[in-house]
């Protein structure tokens, strides 16, 4: 079964920018969608960005858009979220998950492995 390890997270101040990691072992996932998704203390685990299978499609929350990029590098079966321009309201766990198929989707139902989690928190 594939695992997922996030890493990258930390405290930054408002404006500044992070590069969230999650690297992939015990398989392949270049031929699966990944997303970022992240949890916000006493909330449900909310969207923010996914990409396909392929690379080629992203999806994102309209919250993070023209401030967060995601991408993939499946030479490394590593997926990241560039974050910049962070604010005060992007402070949360931030996870990656893996789906069940090449297709993108904002679902959190529709994701079967999904890494410890990392903690992202932007001071104002």
């Known amino acids: 079964q594939v695992q997922l390890v996030e890493s990258g997270g930390g405290l930054v101040q408002a404006g500044g920018s992070l590069r969230l990691s999650c690297a992939a072992s015990?398989?392949?996932?270049?031929?699966?969608?990944m997303g970022w998704f992240r949890q916000f203390p006493g909330k449900d685990r909310s969207f923010v960005a996914a990409?396909?299978?392929?690379?080629?499609?992203?999806h994102y929350v309209d919250s993070v858009k023209g401030r967060f990029t995601i991408s993939r590098d499946s030479a490394k079966n590593t997926m990241y979220l560039q974050m910049d321009n962070l604010k005060p309201e992007d402070t949360a766990t931030y996870y990656c998950?893996?789906?069940?198929?090449?297709?993108?989707?904002?679902?959190?139902?529709?994701?079967?492995?999904w890494g410890q989690g990392t903690q992202v928190t932007v001071s104002s």
């Open positions: 990409i396909s299978g392929s690379g080629t499609e992203t």
């Open positions: 015990g398989g392949t996932v270049s031929d699966r969608a």
């Open positions: 998950g893996l789906d069940t198929n090449a297709v993108i989707s904002i679902r959190p139902l529709r994701y079967i492995s």
